[in-house]
């Protein structure tokens, strides 16, 4: 658990913009999530180990002003899942083993929506309000369950009033097919609307034998068109979407993971034709858990403990295998945002757990240590946060991080903000109802069929 908390500052290859793109958001080996909260530029949330960090002045680097949050509060074990971690106008989205959480515009409170009660929720993807983004971005949610040997029940949930109420989206997918991924780019006449959406994942039986596949939607969702990805087949290779350029929806990127338990190697793909065919522009002799498209679309930043940061122009991805790293960051995860680009690395090799660069990576200054929280964040006692972080922080967090000094600030008064009418209040602030899971992505690839066949149903 130690080992975890020291080097597990893990973001998802991830942003949210200005742009009016969706970068995927999705459990892809070793990465956990950074969210930028689009009504308040310098508001961040980071996925640690052990819980959340949260600070509304973050991106002026300081040691003031982080917070913590612990994971029984915000409704998911650390020690068994990453949520996949995005904003919806001011409220949090979490997508957990047990459903889509959403939290209080204060963040002090965190909900189980209805209708995702039990339901695996392995990807989110938000788009960012051109207007106001108090009103909130349209959002999706996409489910997984295994319901029997090979076959799945796979849903997508959309929101359009900032997570306030969710409505089930209908989908054509396959019974056998086992979704993994989102991710979306808006329409370019209508930036608040969704435009193209992707979706990857695996179909087939082990008798027939299994293909990946992404799925592609060039109708909102309404109609989707099933485009194998060459090269991948059998259960454990399968393809996980890393982004879609903001400037040309055709233009897609993924990742596979290449072997089995204990060797690894993985492949970066991307295709310029909407996922018909695709092609290897880096392979590695490791997970390369970083990945972050630049706001235009124009470069990739991708990266690993060993590969460091490699920088490469967009239109020559074909050159990036021999393209030297730009730094020696010992990459677990990229996020770039409309003037940074931000990296979680190693925080005793490279100085930083996570850091933010304005020179295309090449130079990086800490925005945060684990070292940075001061204490959990400022929340009434009748609530989710103020019930249970006290006690996780005295017991878990406080004696292995060494916690910094902050000055006490006192939490937001909550604006006006419509309530999450579509929310399920789930009884007991320690929230002991995840399912059966496990801390490692293998057991996630190998048995995820069976452990979402085994989880409870909730009455």
């Given at each position: 658990m130690i080992l975890r908390v020291v080097v597990g500052v893990l973001l998802g290859a991830s942003v949210l913009s200005e742009a009016p793109v969706a970068q995927a958001h999705g459990r892809f080996p070793g990465s956990s999530g950074i969210a930028f909260d689009p009504t308040n530029p310098e508001h961040v949330v980071v996925r640690m180990t052990f819980g959340l960090y949260d600070n509304e002045t973050a991106v002026a680097p300081a040691t003031d002003g982080w917070r913590?949050?612990?994971?029984?509060?915000?409704?998911?074990?650390?020690?068994?899942?990453?949520?996949?971690?995005?904003?919806?106008?001011?409220?949090?989205?979490?997508?957990?083993?047990?459903?889509?959480?959403?939290?209080?515009?204060?963040?002090?409170?965190?909900?189980?929506?209805?209708?995702?009660?039990?339901?695996?929720?392995?990807?989110?993807?938000?788009?960012?309000?051109?207007?106001?983004?108090?009103?909130?971005?349209?959002?999706?949610?996409?489910?997984?369950?295994?319901?029997?040997?090979?076959?799945?029940?796979?849903?997508?949930?959309?929101?359009?009033?900032?997570?306030?109420?969710?409505?089930?989206?209908?989908?054509?997918?396959?019974?056998?097919?086992?979704?993994?991924?989102?991710?979306?780019?808006?329409?370019?006449?209508?930036?608040?609307?969704w435009g193209t959406l992707y979706v990857s994942g695996r179909d087939g039986t082990e008798t027939l034998g299994y293909q990946a596949v992404v799925m592609r939607s060039d109708d909102g969702g309404l109609s989707w068109a099933r485009q194998v990805v060459q090269g991948l087949d059998g259960v454990e290779t399968l393809p996980?979407?890393?982004?879609?350029?903001?400037?040309?929806?055709?233009?897609?990127?993924?990742?596979?993971?290449?072997?089995?338990p204990p060797v690894r190697r993985q492949a970066n793909l991307a295709s310029n034709d909407g996922g018909v065919t695709w092609r290897t522009y880096f392979q590695a002799e490791e997970l390369l858990p970083g990945f972050a498209l630049a706001p235009d679309g124009t470069k990739v930043a991708f990266g690993g403990d060993k590969t460091g940061l490699r920088v490469v122009s967009a239109a020559q991805l074909d050159d990036a295998q021999a393209a030297p790293a730009v730094n020696k960051t010992r990459v677990a995860c990229l996020s770039w945002g409309s003037a940074a680009l931000y990296a979680c690395g190693?925080?005793?090799?490279?100085?930083?757990?996570?850091?933010?660069?304005?020179?295309?990576?090449?130079?990086?200054?800490?925005?945060?240590?684990?070292?940075?929280?001061?204490?959990?964040?400022?929340?009434?006692?009748?609530?989710?946060?103020?019930?249970?972080?006290?006690?996780?922080?005295?017991?878990?967090a406080k004696e292995i991080i060494?916690?910094?000094?902050c000055t006490p600030v006192s939490p937001p008064v909550e604006p006006e903000s419509p309530s999450c009418g579509d929310c399920a209040t789930v009884p007991g602030r320690a929230r002991p109802w995840l399912g059966r899971g496990s801390a490692g992505f293998e057991w996630v690839l190998l048995s995820l069929g069976a452990f979402l066949r085994r989880r409870r149903r909730c009455p």
């Open positions: 913590y949050v612990c994971s029984a509060a915000a409704g998911f074990d650390s020690n068994k899942e990453e949520p996949v971690l995005t904003f919806a106008g001011d409220r949090l989205l979490l997508g957990t083993f047990r459903g889509l959480v959403v939290s209080t515009p204060d963040r002090c409170d965190y909900d189980v929506v209805a209708s995702t009660l039990d339901r695996y929720i392995v990807g989110v993807t938000a788009l960012p309000r051109a207007d106001s983004p108090v009103k909130g971005s349209p959002v999706l949610a996409l489910s997984s369950n295994g319901t029997g040997v090979d076959t799945f029940d796979v849903k997508l949930f959309e929101s359009t009033d900032g997570a306030a109420s969710w409505h089930e989206l209908a989908t054509s997918f396959s019974k056998d097919f086992l979704a993994l991924t989102i991710t979306a780019v808006a329409k370019n006449s209508e930036p608040t609307s996980y979407l890393q982004g879609v350029s903001p400037t040309a929806p055709l233009t897609v990127y993924a990742a596979a993971v290449l072997d089995a190693n925080a005793f090799v490279d100085g930083f757990s996570v850091g933010k660069s304005i020179d295309g990576g090449v130079t990086f200054e800490p925005l945060t240590q684990l070292t940075s929280a001061c204490g959990p964040r400022e929340c009434e006692g009748t609530t989710d946060v103020g019930a249970s972080c006290s006690e996780a922080w005295d017991k878990e060494a916690p910094a000094t």
